[in-house]
Structure formats: structure tokens, C-alpha cells
């Protein structure tokens, strides 16, 4: 398995307080991505990072925003959760070598928004 | 931007018999076409992917399809075996991770597989 963690695994917050996720990689890999996987939606593009400082948002970027300050971490932070975003938010990353566009998946954060 | 239709949303077939998962896309740049295998309380893995200058890429039990005047791809299951229940993803990517669009995949909504013994 590709070297991803994600921390917390599992979080319970209320509506209106501000919660951090964070994925940590050990591949050195350049991009990072925040997916959010809802019943019937798939996974869906939350933000992602080509770089060092270097992010962008995908297409469920409103309530979210996302920090890297360095390789191997990529913070997502909702700055005042709602019940709309419960959810399991995926972390992914991916190398561009050779034209290799896999993305390696951690295990997952099941957050609930009370 | 791109929209990704996956169908069907289940499948279920007996062991041994194949199994198809459908997926089309709606822009026509779109040039890599991952399938992603979800198990149960974890992430998703590639299975397969298929770029646009190849029309079908078969590993073993796994084979995809791709039509690109259609818009369309498929994923074939051949010789199903009670392993392969999870649930599958397509997704469609507009270049490559070192182009202009980072590697971004646009995900269908899944297809939950049940293979019976």
C-alpha cells in the first residue's frame, strides 16, 4: 500500500465549530487531492495541491479550504462545519512520471456534523 | 466542466457468470479512463485504466473498453468469483498528472457488484 495516512479516522463535531483533517504521505509524491464520497455522488473533488503552497479547488470547494506547507502534509479544514458536510473524505496522491496518472487513496475519515 | 454517468448503480451475478459496468463522459478532451475497486471500510485502488489511443486493455479476468466517438467506456468482470463484490468506480481525466488539469479525475457514482456464490 502506498504510504497515505489520514487522521482523525473517525470524528463526531457539532454544527458551527471548525475541524481539521489532515493526510500525511511518505512517497514524496507532488499532488495531492481532498475527495469527499457521498451515497450516490461518487467521490467528488473537494481541493487539491500540484505543489508546495500550491493548491486549487475542485468542483465542492465552497466551506472548505486546505493548506500545505510542505510534502507530506495537505490539511483540509472546514472553518464552520454544517450537517451538509458529513461525510467520508478521501485524501489521494499521485506522481507525474512517465505519464502515470494513478492516485493512491488513503483509508478514509468518516466525519459526522451533529 | 466534465460529467461522468455511471450504470448500473447495482449488479449482481452468479459466480462464474461476467459482469459489465457502464460509463460515458461528456467532454471529448478527456484522454485517461481509470476504473477504481472500493472494499468495505476503505479506500478506492485502481483496477485498470485505459488511455484514448487504445480501444480495449485486458489484465487477466479484467478487460475495459473504450469508444471515443460514442463517449463511452466499460469495464468487463469475466469468470466472476465471490472477491470481486465492492464497489467500482470509473472516472475520466482530461491529461495527464504533469498537464494543465494536475491529474484531476471526475468520478462516476459507483456500481456496487455482488458476485453469489
Known sequence: DAGITQSPRHKVTETGTPVTLRCHQTENHRYMYWYRQDPGHGLRLIHYSYGVKDTDKGEVSDGYSVSRSKTEDFLLTLESATSSQTSVYFCAISEASGGNNEQFFGPGTRLTVL | GENVEQHPSTLSVQEGDSAVIKCTYSDSASNYFPWYKQELGKGPQLIIDIRSNVGEK???????????????????????????????????SGDEAGGTSYGKLTFGQGTILTVHP
Request: aromatic share 8%; net charge neutral.
Open chain 2, 58 to 92: 485486458k489484465d487477466q479476468r479484467i478487460a475495459v473498453t473504450l469508444n471515443k466517438t460514442a463517449k463511452h467506456f466499460s469495464l468487463h468482470i469475466t469468470e466472476t468469483q465471490p472477491e470481486d463484490s465492492a464497489v467500482y468506480f470509473c472516472a475520466a
